[in-house]
């Protein structure tokens, strides 16, 4: 909400979040920047009621439990991609013969 203010726009933002209770578990991502977060501060920033601002805080609340409980049980997606894009980088010693 603060960010929103001052600069204009929502950033890109996470949380680290351990994935220790696997074997060698390391960290995933947690997205909080959600549909539903977006939603609660644009409330907030439109002065909607405080009705509408609370459901909408909620919301976003109870999204953000399940990205964060998804993201602990290895359900996220960032480090995926960011392996698939160091796998196609053109220098990476897999593309050489």
């Known amino acids: 909400l603060a960010f929103f203010r ?3 726009h929502t ?3 996470y949380e680290s979040c351990s994935t220790a209770h ?3 578990g390391r960290t995933e ?3 909080s920047a959600t549909s539903e977060s977006v939603a609660f501060v644009r409330s907030v920033v439109e002065g909607f009621s405080i ?9 976003s609340a109870s ?3 399940v990205v964060a409980r ?3 049980e290895g359900k996220g997606f960032d ?3 960011f392996v698939l894009q160091a796998l196609a980088s053109p220098t990476n010693a897999f593309f050489s013969d």
């Open 6 to 8: 001052t600069q204009g």
């Open 11 to 13: 950033p890109s933002t």
């Open 22 to 24: 696997f074997s060698a």
């Open 29 to 31: 991502t947690i997205r």
């Open 51 to 59: 009705t509408e601002q609370a459901e909408r805080l909620r919301a």
């Open 63 to 65: 999204r953000h439990a």
């Open 70 to 72: 998804e993201a602990a």
């Open 79 to 81: 480090r995926h991609l």
